[in-house]
């Protein structure tokens, strides 16, 4: 199947962001639902830097989570990121030993305390993973320039 | 010879005449004892067999229009004795209705006939109109929707929409992608292949089960994958009136979205009310929408535009009938695709939701993957019920429920809009719990005579479409109708499944989609073979896997309708091989409806949702047995 990706560049996507506004005529949302607390929780978010120790492994079983090792000041943490940053095909390039900056709510995950990455900064590029929400990104490899804050909204 | 023994003689003949054929004559007659099936594809070969009554004279065979190979068919050989088989070969083109005569040499030529189809794919032609969403070989989420017209022959041309862009100029977006070329080659069992050549997207792949000459399940299986319907279409002239609708995809950001709402067509304009649930802003609920336009309706596919919707300012549709449309958000900077069905004419009420099955499902820009399918018994705005839920990656334990008991309310007509509603599961402790994530529905009420998952099909109509508001959670579904039932006999079963678990060494990948379609026979087990979709081959060392499973249903004592299929092994015949140790769980809405979801308790990781859909047997050809005593 032929599939076209076209590449545009930073420029463009603050084009977008700034044009994005819906054109159709609405209300706003009558009722904001409800007061379930989100599983990840923005106020409680840190950053850090750190040194990647192991990326995480390509394995047959998706019961192992993605973690990214990573020496901190404090010791060693395990990230987590998406199956989206991770894709084969454009995934974001990780190595270890590499310098990062990572963004997220530490977690507790099948009895591991993991950190789930919202941003991941390196080699200067800074990756939008996930929403405030915890939501995942589709495509943080090539959401890079999505460094402020996102808009989300309607479709 | 004297004349008294001469007249003795004369006596005897007369009396042994008239005693054997005239006082008592035998009844001469035949029948096709083995007669042909009621449709055969071209070319295709049979047995048949007639039987004599009375006479063992020969049996002659030949056949209508034409009695000749290339207009009617052939036989091995034209001359049997009673109850000797002949092979018969239908003409190598779709010529239709024929009749196949079986004439005794007997006195009298006593005959019967048989009449069998020619024709291909079971008889599965016309204009059908399809849907899908998955995750394509890029990894973007996609929906792709469009229509085709399916020749005699299996040939086809059509158009189609295919849309997996998600902002930033992510994925791809392709208007109007007129199919110019492809073939649908569909076995007597339904399942068969759909092979589309389009101009934008290229050449796509889909597998696919008839559940019925109109309807049927169908995944993508070409390097991308993805799940949806195949529906037969029956035009209408222009669409009017309200409708339920429910899309999911991708917003402009990349984020998981899930919509639905109502809606009314009044001329070319619509307005409605609407429920959406982002990634990024949460889910909010009750906003209203005006303003939006239906375009010229309708080419020969039965596609259309609406601009300024709340799904999108750019949408198209493909028209199923008056009754169901599938829509498509067509903006380049996100993408959606779902349905939208009547709600027809009459006012809903809390009383409108009687017993109800549903499904809930999300995609893989879900925070946590997830799925949940159950049962409820409504009553005044109240509810009581029983689920499953399945979510991965939350770091919950366990990670799924089984047979979970919840209980909430509900409303329909929220602030007075016809069909428009909300469900919410009690929470535990403050939390939600009940049913893990999964809280809140919105809720659209559908015309009771609509079947949601067989838009053609006049039984099992009513329920809603729903999406998921809950907070941590989102996605779409639907809840139908439940009717007593049994879970035996011919089923056609599809799943969408996320994340999948595997058990090869060395794919090259740690997670995907993975979309099964198969066939089965229920009783004691659900036995059956079909395919997956894997296109990260995280299964096996292939993309596209035949599988065949035979596992034991097991009713739940404790609640009706509700079914245990595990161990649910499927077994890998291709490539490499291996199995899938799944379990499953399904709930009930009518013999012919059922939904299925993956047990946690398989410790997979993976979940899937899905539909279990009865099948009828293909083809509209009519056998008949004439005898001729």
Known sequence: MKRWYPELGALVLLVFFSIA????????????????????????EVTLDATVIGVPEKSSHAQSQPFLVLQTKSGLINGRLTS???????????????QVKVTGVMMSLQAKQVLEVRTLEIDGRTYQIRTKRGFPLEHPERNVASTTELKGGLL | MNRKSLGVVLVALCATYFAGCSSNPRQVGISITTAPPASLAPGGMAQLAATETGTTASIDWTCTPGNSASTCGSFSTTTTTSGQATTYTAPPTAVGQVTITAT??????????????????????????????????????????????????????????????SGGGNGSTFLDDQITSGNLSVGANGVGTLTL???????????????????????????????????????????????????????????????????????????????????????????????????????????GTITNGPFGASAV????????????????????????FSQGSGTFSNSSLGNSVFIDQGNFA??????????????????????????????????????????GSYT?????????????????????????????????????????????????????????????????????????GSFTGNYALGFQDFFPGGTVTNPPVNSGEADFLGGAVAGANLAGSGTISDPREVLNNAQVDSVT?????????????????????????????????????????????????????????????????????????????????
């Open chain 1, 21 to 44: 506004a819906p054109t159709h005529a609405q209300t706003a949302a009558a009722t904001t639902k409800p007061a379930i607390p989100l599983r990840y929780d923005v106020s409680k």
């Open chain 1, 84 to 98: 989206f940053a991770q894709n084969e095909k454009g995934g974001i390039a990780i190595r270890p030993g590499q």
């Open chain 2, 104 to 165: 005794s040499e007997a006195k009298g030529a006593p005959f019967a006939t048989a009449s069998v189809n020619i024709q291909a794919n079971q008889g599965i032609a016309g204009n059908f109109a399809f849907y899908m969403t998955g995750l394509d070989a890029a990894q973007d989420i996609y929906s792709l929707a469009g229509a085709i017209l399916i020749n005699a022959d299996g040939t086809l041309t059509g158009e189609q929409d295919f849309n997996s862009a």
């Open chain 2, 197 to 303: 050549v389009s101009t934008a997207v290229g050449t796509e792949i889909f597998t696919v089960n008839f559940v019925n000459n109109s309807h049927a399940l169908i995944i993508e299986s070409d390097g991308s994958t993805a799940s949806g319907s195949l529906d037969l279409q029956t035009l209408p002239s222009t669409l009017t009136g309200s409708y339920a609708f429910a899309l999911s995809g991708v917003g402009s950001s990349g984020e998981g979205v899930a919509i639905g709402g109502v809606l009314t067509i009044t001329g070319n304009a619509i307005a409605g009310t609407f429920d959406e649930n982002d990634a990024i802003n949460g889910p909010t609920a009750g906003s209203t929408f005006s303003g939006a336009t239906l375009g010229a309706v309708v080419d020969t596919f039965g596609r």
């Open chain 2, 317 to 340: 549709f493909y028209t199923i009938n008056q009754n169901a449309i599938r829509l498509m958000d067509m903006d380049t900077t996100d993408s959606a695709g779902g349905s939208a």
């Open chain 2, 366 to 407: 879900e925070s946590f993957l997830y799925a949940a399918v159950g049962e409820i018994v409504p009553s005044a705005g109240n509810f009581s019920g029983v689920a499953d839920v399945n979510e991965q990656g939350t770091g919950l334990t366990p990670s799924f429920l089984d047979a979970a008991s919840i209980s």
């Open chain 2, 412 to 484: 329909i007509g929220i602030g007075g809009t016809n069909g428009y509603g909300s469900l919410s599961i009690a929470m535990v402790n403050g939390a939600a719990g009940g049913l893990m994530d999964v809280s809140d529905f919105g809720i659209y009420m559908v015309d009771p005579s609509v079947n949601v998952n067989d838009p053609n099909n006049s039984v099992g109509g009513g329920g809603a479409l729903i999406i998921d508001l809950s907070t941590n959670v989102l996605g779409v579904g639907s809840l139908v109708p439940q009717t007593a």
């Open chain 2, 549 to 629: 499973f035979s596992a034991p249903i097991t009713a739940d004592s404790s609640n009706a309708g509700r079914f245990t299929i595990s161990p649910f092994t499927v077994t890998i015949t291709n490539g490499a091989g291996g199995t899938v140790p799944y379990a499953a769980n399904v709930y009930q809405a009518s013999s012919g409806q059922l939904f299925w979801i993956e047990d946690g308790a398989d410790t997979l990781s993976s979940v899937f949702g899905g539909q279990i859909q009865a099948t009828s047997t293909l083809g509209a050809g009519l056998v008949k047995k004439v005898k001729k005593p």
